[in-house]
């Protein structure tokens, strides 16, 4: 369940306006940034007012996109999957450098998990 964020945005013209922002996953896994006016800093004076009256909105957002069912994992595996997903090099996020910081720490933990190292 998210909350999202609630930012005030100052306008070319006009006054200042209450911008809520969310993101969703699509059916790739993909996510997509959302945004809404919530209105004018005249209408809504602080955030609290802001927040008042999104409280609709926040929930027709958590109820369109339910928290899917996570099945137990192993440390050995989220290892693994840490290696495949993060430490692949088409992912640039992160540095080579720290890739590989972190691929010698998993590997090492990892086989301290498993039982292969002793001590």
């Avoid at 945005?9 to 790739?28: A, I, N, Q, Y």
Wanted: hydrophobic share 35%; aromatic share 10%; net charge positive.
């Amino acid at each position: 369940m998210q909350q999202g964020s609630l930012i005030q945005k100052s306008r070319k013209r006009g006054p200042d306006v209450w911008l809520f922002r969310w993101s969703e996953k699509d059916t790739d896994g993909k996510r997509i940034y959302r945004k809404r006016v919530i209105g004018t800093v005249e209408e809504f004076p602080d955030s609290e007012a802001a927040r008042c009256s999104i409280a609709k909105l926040i929930a027709t957002v958590n109820s369109a996109s339910p928290q899917s069912v996570t099945e137990s994992m192993t440390f050995a595996q989220l290892c693994a999957h840490f290696e495949q997903r993060e430490l692949a090099r088409n992912n640039t996020w992160r540095s080579y450098a720290t890739k590989r910081c972190y691929a010698v720490y998993l590997s090492s933990r990892c086989c301290f998990a498993k039982g292969l190292i002793l001590g």
